[in-house]
C-alpha cells in the first residue's frame, strides 16, 4: 500500500504522507501560505479562511489547513483568484479590528500576524468599520489580559484550551458581531477551571490575549535568551524575554523543538519576579563564629562547605553524610548531585526530594 500523496504546488511535484493537508504540501516544499487559526497542536477548524487556495477542479477556494491532499491534485497558492481573495478578506478584517494610527491592525507590544498579513499583501476596498458592543467583563487574574477589539475570532485559544491543556475554561459566546471568547456565566478565569498556563496567549495570532504584567513592552526591544525552567525537573525549555536588563515576557520555544513542545505552565510562564526581586540571595552567605551571616565570594564558600563535610567524614565515616538534591534542579544538575556523593565523599546517601 501506499504511504504517500504526490500532488502539485504552484507547477512543482511534492510528495507528502497520505493524509496531509494541502498547506502541510505547500510547507514541505517551502510555499509559504498565511494562516491565522491554524496550530500543529490542534486540529484543523478552516475558520479564518487567510489560507485559501485554488484546486483545479474545486469550484470554491478550499482552506489549505482543513482540504486533505490527493493523488494529483493541482493546487494554486498565489494565482490572482487567491491574491484578490486575501485582499477582500484582509479588509474585512481591518473592518473589525482596532487599528493604530496608519491603518494597520495594532500590535499591544506583541506581534500580530493579522498585521504581517496587512503589510504582506495589501488589502482591497475599505469596508465600513463594524461597531459592535462586545464588553469584556473586567477580569482580576493577575496574568492573562483578553481584548475583545483585536480577537478575530480565529477560535485558536479555546481549541488550545480544550484539546492541549483538557481544561475547556473559555469559549465562544454571542453571534454575529457580537461572538466573542468568554468563560461560562462571564466569570473571572480564577473562577474557572483555567490553570493559568499562558497557552492561550501563546497561540493568539493577534495578541488579543497578551500577558498582563508585560503590558507597555515592546517586543522589538525585547532579546530572547533560552534557558531550562527551575521551577521542576522535566526540564522545559524557556524564552527569557529581557528589555533593558530585565526578565519581562517568558515564552517557550515553537512546537516541535524541545521537550515541552511549545507548552509552559502557569509557573514557568509567570512565577519569574523572583529574578529582579529585592530580596534575592545572589552571593554566598557564612555564618560566622558569632552567628551572624556575612557575604562571601562562590570559592570562599565551597572551600568551607567542603571542609565542613570532609570533617564530618574523617570523625564518623562517609555514611554519616546525606545528600538531597532538589527537584528545582535540572536532570544534569542531579546527576552531579549523586557523583558529588557517590564520587567525591563515597557514600550512596543521596536522594532527591521529588523520588519521595
Ligand atoms: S491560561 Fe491556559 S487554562 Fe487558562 S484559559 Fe488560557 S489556555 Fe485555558
Ligand atoms: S483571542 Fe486570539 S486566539 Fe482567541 S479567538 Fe481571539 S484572536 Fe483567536
Ligand atoms: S489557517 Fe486555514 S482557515 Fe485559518
Same mark, same amino acid.
Given at each position: ?22 498547506? +502541510? ?7 509559504d501560505?498565511p494562516?491565522l ?8 477548524? /478552516?475558520?479564518?479562511?487567510m ?32 491574491k484578490?481573495?486575501r485582499r477582500?478578506?484582509l479588509s474585512?478584517y481591518l473592518?473589525?479590528h482596532?487599528v493604530d494610527?496608519d491603518g494597520l491592525p495594532a500590535e499591544?507590544?506583541?506581534g500580530n500576524q493579522l498585521r504581517q498579513h496587512v503589510l504582506d499583501h495589501g488589502t ?14 473586567? +477580569? ?65 495570532p493577534t ?13 522589538r ?86 571542609? /565542613? ?48
Amino acid at each position: 500500500m501506499k504511504h504517500t500523496t504526490r500532488l502539485f504546488v504552484n507547477g512543482e511535484a511534492v510528495e507528502v504522507p497520505v493524509g496531509s493537508t494541502v498547506l +502541510d504540501a505547500a510547507t514541505e516544499i517551502g510555499v509559504d501560505v498565511p494562516t491565522l487559526c491554524h496550530e500543529p497542536r490542534v486540529d484543523p477548524m /478552516g475558520s479564518c479562511r487567510m489560507c485559501l487556495v485554488e484546486i483545479e477542479g474545486q469550484r470554491r477556494l478550499q482552506p489549505g489547513c482543513k482540504f486533505v491532499a490527493q493523488p494529483g491534485m493541482v493546487v494554486h497558492t498565489d494565482s490572482e483568484r487567491v491574491k484578490r481573495h486575501r485582499r477582500l478578506l484582509l479588509s474585512m478584517y481591518l473592518a473589525d479590528h482596532a487599528v493604530d494610527a496608519d491603518g494597520l491592525p495594532a500590535e499591544r507590544g506583541v506581534g500580530n500576524q493579522l498585521r504581517q498579513h496587512v503589510l504582506d499583501h495589501g488589502t482591497g476596498p475599505a469596508l465600513p468599520s463594524i461597531e459592535a458592543d462586545r464588553t469584556y467583563r473586567v +477580569d482580576h487574574n493577575p496574568y492573562v489580559h483578553f481584548d475583545p477589539e483585536a480577537c478575530v475570532l480565529c477560535n485558536l485559544c479555546v481549541r488550545y484550551c480544550d484539546e492541549v491543556e483538557a481544561v475547556s475554561a473559555i469559549t465562544l459566546a454571542n453571534r454575529g458581531s457580537q461572538t466573542t471568547i468568554a468563560t461560562a456565566d462571564q466569570r473571572g478565569l480564577l473562577d474557572t477551571t483555567c490553570e493559568m498556563c499562558g497557552g492561550c496567549i501563546a497561540v493568539c495570532p493577534t495578541g488579543a490575549m497578551t500577558e498582563k504584567p508585560s503590558i507597555g513592552s515592546d517586543w522589538r526591544q525585547e532579546e530572547k535568551v533560552r534557558t531550562t525552567c527551575n521551577f521542576c525537573g522535566v526540564g522545559c525549555q524557556l524564552d527569557l524575554h529581557v528589555n533593558d536588563g530585565k526578565v519581562v515576557r517568558v515564552t517557550s520555544p515553537d512546537p516541535g523543538q524541545t521537550v515541552n513542545d511549545g507548552n509552559l505552565c502557569i509557573k514557568g510562564r509567570f512565577a519569574y519576579e523572583f529574578v529582579h526581586h529585592e530580596e534575592r540571595l545572589t552571593t554566598p552567605l557564612i555564618r560566622g563564629d558569632d552567628g551572624q551571616f556575612r557575604q562571601a565570594s562562590w570559592e570562599e564558600a565551597i572551600q568551607v562547605a567542603a571542609r /565542613g563535610l570532609l570533617g564530618v567524614k574523617e570523625r564518623h565515616g562517609a555514611d554519616a553524610l546525606g545528600f538531597i538534591s532538589s527537584s528545582r534542579c535540572t536532570g544534569e544538575e542531579n546527576y552531579l548531585m549523586q557523583k558529588l556523593s557517590r564520587a567525591a565523599f563515597g557514600t550512596n546517601n543521596c536522594h532527591q526530594c521529588a523520588a519521595t
